[in-house]
């Protein structure tokens, strides 16, 4: 979930030895350009975040989303906004794909986005009380990110980070990782283990992180857990015959766990939070 880790999506546990090789894996940038041509296929299957996420961002931070000005970065469609939103915050979006902000905009009128990145921030100087990225660190230089965050915050203002993450724990997701870490050729549970090292999320060190996990779960059909997972970076670079193929054959193999057809998905939220001296 930090720069310096291959991306795949937070998936996998035991490799599973395939008789295909698995595909390259495509550029960060090509990856990150990915979900433009996919927006409204994010939005409708992505995961949320729970009400304890946000409890605990307010906690590390020492004060409450409610009244405060809030720029959450790599918005994309606003699946965090809305929350921030609803929590009382004035919250600006920061997006920096076109095909993600035009869903954005469709999804959420109201809500004020303008285009950019986190690496360099089109907001004012001591703006923010809180700069948030949910999902999005990973994709920034934080040799950039960091002194922009900085920046932006007001002196006491909180840097919050997080990602939803597979709980590896559960036997069928674990099953279902070591399938898709298989299928790309990679190991999950060690690029989670390294990738979510705290001090990964600053090099510099000149922000101290608290950290917080938080677990929480929903109750989805398949069609939109595969739908969920086709959103990622990795499978949207995928030839579509082969990401069709894979995901027919995991079809097969979550009707054997949930003959009922609806699955429940469990997350482990990582938090990271370092306010502004």
């Known amino acids: 979930m930090f720069p310096q880790r291959p991306q795949t999506d937070r998936l996998s546990d035991v490799l599973v030895r395939m008789t295909t090789p698995p595909p390259p894996m495509p550029s960060p940038t090509d990856r990150a350009h990915s979900f433009n041509s996919a927006a409204a296929q994010y939005a409708a299957n992505r995961p949320s975040y729970p009400p304890a996420l946000f409890d605990a961002v307010e906690e590390l931070a020492g004060r409450s989303l409610s009244g405060a000005r809030v720029v959450d970065v790599g918005a994309g469609t606003g699946i965090a906004t809305a929350l921030l939103h609803d929590r009382g915050a004035d919250v600006l979006a920061v997006e920096p794909g076109a095909g993600m902000a035009a869903e954005f905009r469709r999804g959420l009128p109201r809500l004020p986005l303008v285009r950019g990145n986190g690496n360099a921030l089109p907001v004012a100087d001591a703006h923010a009380d809180f700069v948030t990225y949910a999902q999005s660190w990973h994709w ?3 040799a950039r990110s960091v002194p922009e965050a900085l920046r932006v915050l007001r ?6 980070l997080w990602w939803n993450g597979d709980a590896l724990d559960v036997e069928w997701i674990a099953e279902a990782a070591g399938r898709i870490g298989g299928f790309f050729g ?10 979510s090292r705290t001090e990964l999320a600053d090099p510099s060190g ?21 739908a969920n997972i086709a959103s990622h ?9 082969r990401r069709t193929a894979f995901l027919e054959e995991e079809r097969a193999h979550l009707l054997k766990v949930f003959p009922d057809g609806v699955v429940e998905e469990t997350y482990d939220v990582l938090l990271l939070v370092a306010t502004k001296p």
């Open 206 to 226: 000149r922000l101290r992180f608290d950290r917080r996990e938080v677990r929480w779960s929903r109750r989805v059909t398949i069609d939109t857990h595969l």
């Open 155 to 160: 002196p006491g203002g909180a840097l919050a």
């Open 233 to 241: 970076s990795a499978f949207l670079l995928t030839p579509a015959g």
């Open 186 to 195: 990679v190991d999950i549970v060690a690029q989670r283990r390294d990738g």
């Open 140 to 142: 920034t230089d934080t």
